[in-house]
């Protein structure tokens, strides 16, 4: 996706972030995952290990779920926005999920020149079910800069 371009006069409270649709979410994305993070935890990539382990088969890392949160925000503020990001994860997310990603401005103010944006983020299976919330800080430029 192209970037786009957000002033900081343009963001309101209460505003949406566009949704950010990933999935359905297959092993080989998984796999490949586990290749660039280094996170080779067979919980991820063995159905059986995932099951001996209590877990009721393969799922997705936690932190490429947080990857999508955070593409979500960048996608609609723009490359090196983000300048603060945290998330709890609620619920796993399997193969054949599909994780719609989107959140609300919760506030703006202005800090050291800079224009700060605060988010509320959330991501949820096509069930509707949250599996990952947080909140992030952006910094938007401002038009008369």
């Not at 103010?109 to 909140?135: C, D, H, I, M």
Request: charged content about 25%.
């Amino acid at each position: 996706m192209k970037y786009a371009k957000v002033y900081g006069e343009d963001v309101k409270v209460g505003d949406a972030i566009p949704p950010l649709v990933k999935g359905p979410i297959a092993q080989i994305q998984l796999t490949r995952y586990a290749g660039a993070s280094g996170d080779f935890n067979p919980i991820h990539q063995d159905d059986e290990f995932a099951r001996a382990a209590g877990m009721g088969g393969v799922f997705a890392h936690g932190m490429l779920s947080m990857g999508f949160v955070a593409q979500s925000v960048t996608d609609w503020l723009g490359a090196g926005t983000v300048r603060k990001l945290g998330v709890r994860f609620s619920a796993l997310v399997r193969l054949k999920d599909v994780i719609t990603c989107t959140g609300r401005v919760l506030g703006t103010s202005e800090k050291n020149g800079e224009r700060l944006v605060e988010l509320e983020l959330w991501a949820e299976n096509q069930r509707g079910e949250k599996v990952v919330t947080g909140r992030a800080t952006a910094v938007l430029q401002s038009r008369s800069a």
